[in-house]
């Protein structure tokens, strides 16, 4: 399936950039542990890894254009994220709390919070894919290729849990790779359906090394 080769590219990718993507990880923890520059460090992370994705050169010089890209933008896109995401928990913990129909909705809302996190792993790599960043498109782009490509998304969503899984359990990395992982593979299985749809540059082949 074209999800498993996706995998086995960022794999390589992973491989070939290492070093990346470990000075990418710990620029973008400092950036959160500061608070104040969590959008745009998030946005910094995302743009180096989107290059890779889209086989393109990429260094960290690349992170901090890319951080000041879209300041603003990445702020209002972490805030829904992070906004809806504490909605959707605290319906879950609502609901879950109390007894008969009410466990119902809970079971409902476990299901809107697959659907979230589907959609959201497309959103920053979507906003870095733009020329001119735009939440609103991003937005509904995500929600497009989730719905368009849903067992891709999911196999997607459950690979990168595995890359969590793997790195809580090795301890060390969570802190020096986990964070440009995730971003690596969200992008490279965002602009794997980018270029099913012709929208974005297909893998380079041998005769083109």
């Known amino acids: 399936m074209k999800s498993f080769q996706i995998m086995g590219r960022i794999l390589k990718a992973t491989w070939e950039d290492l070093f990346l993507l470990v000075s990418a990880s710990l620029v973008w923890w400092i950036g959160v542990l500061l608070i104040v ?3 745009p460090a998030t946005m910094g992370l995302y743009g180096v890894t989107n290059r ?21 933008r ?4 972490l805030g829904i994220i ?53 939440v609103r498109q991003a937005v509904r782009n995500a929600f ?32 020096v790779l986990l964070p440009g992982l995730i971003a690596l593979s969200s992008n490279f299985m965002m602009a794997g359906l980018l270029q099913e749809m012709g929208l974005a540059e297909p893998p380079p082949t041998l005769s083109d090394k």
Do not use: H
Not at 61 to 70: L, Q
Not at 74 to 77: D, F, G, K
Not at 151 to 170: D, E, G, R, W
């Open 37 to 39: 520059t969590a959008g």
């Open 52 to 72: 890779l994705a889209n086989y393109k050169r990429s260094n960290m010089e690349f992170f901090w254009s890319e951080a000041r890209r879209a300041i603003g």
């Open 74 to 77: 990445s702020w209002v896109l």
């Open 82 to 134: 992070l906004g809806l995401l504490l909605l959707i928990l605290f319906n879950i913990w609502f609901y879950g709390s109390g007894s008969g129909w009410l466990r119902t909705i809970a079971v409902a809302w476990w299901w809107v919070l697959l659907l979230f996190f589907m959609i959201a792993q497309y959103l920053f790599p979507l906003l870095n894919q733009q020329n001119e960043p735009d």
């Open 144 to 175: 497009v290729l989730a719905m368009r490509s849903p067992l891709y998304t999911l196999l997607s969503l459950l690979f990168q849990i595995i890359l969590f899984v793997l790195c809580v359990a090795l301890v060390l990395p969570i802190l």
